[in-house]
């Protein structure tokens, strides 16, 4: 192979699958892996034209989890994967073709849950053959898409800022306030009388009172925010643990049932063997009958 005509490399990219519907994700440019693996979730097997097929969901940006894309695709194998940790798991193999640096060819594909990876996506060294030279000292050789276009490739509108309320009382009200105090110790000047004197007092004391709770409530409602989101916080991770046990369990199910189901093929492939062996037996006696009677 000539090295003028492989695409240079960084240790990450960006790939689409057009057969899965993904315009645009990243992966993990990996040459210590032999299969390239795809972040899957809810992944469940049904039968279609009397073939094993596969559907799951893929998140493709990790920012934007509201990102959603459901697919489905033949399975071509399933194997025992070893993962980064070195614990072997079951996992389901599909094809599909995969687009980089403007060209198109078919890889093999493992699904797995990927969430706690950087990247949704990881290529390795069977879709690299002859195609590929890595730089892992740089990143996004071939394409590099901004914020914008990768909007653009899944319809995600802008965020939008959120004007947030001022806690600090209005300069007017203020101003208000200030004129009140002010021209009431005027009013007592004039007047000698200690009558009028304790009337100008208790008013004064009540403007004050009012200012220091508008400047108190929104206080207290920043404490009960941060209890509300911690709280939110804690279900999220209870939530996400309760899935993880789930998907667990019936990828142990899935399992089970393959390994029930290869059992039962083979016990059919023994039968039949079983039934041309004693077939091919009748039919040799019936030969060696049929010669001892010509030639005697």
Known sequence: ???????????????????????????????????????????EEFYKNRQQWVRFEIHPLRIHTDVLIICEAPVFDYRLVKSSTGVAQPRYVIETNIEMGGEKW????????????????????QAMTHRMLINPSEDFQLTRYSRKQVREFYNIPKEQKIKTKSTQPDKKQETEVHEKISVKPVSEKKSKKPVTENKSEKPVKKVKASVAKKTTEPKKDKKKKTVSSSDKLKQTKLKQKEKRLIQKAKAKEKALKLKQIQKEKEKQLKLKKKQKEKASKLKQKKTGKQLSLFFS
Request: hydrophobic share 50%; charged share 15%; proline share 3%.
């Open 1 to 43: 192979m000539q090295l003028h005509k492989l695409m240079i490399v960084g240790n990450a990219e960006w790939c689409a699958l057009p057969q899965l519907k993904i315009p645009a994700i990243r992966a993990r440019i990996d040459s210590g892996a032999k299969t390239s693996s795809l972040h899957a979730v809810n992944i």
């Open 106 to 125: 078919t890889i093999q594909v493992t699904l797995a849950n990927r969430r706690s990876m950087g990247f949704q996506m990881l290529l390795g060294r």
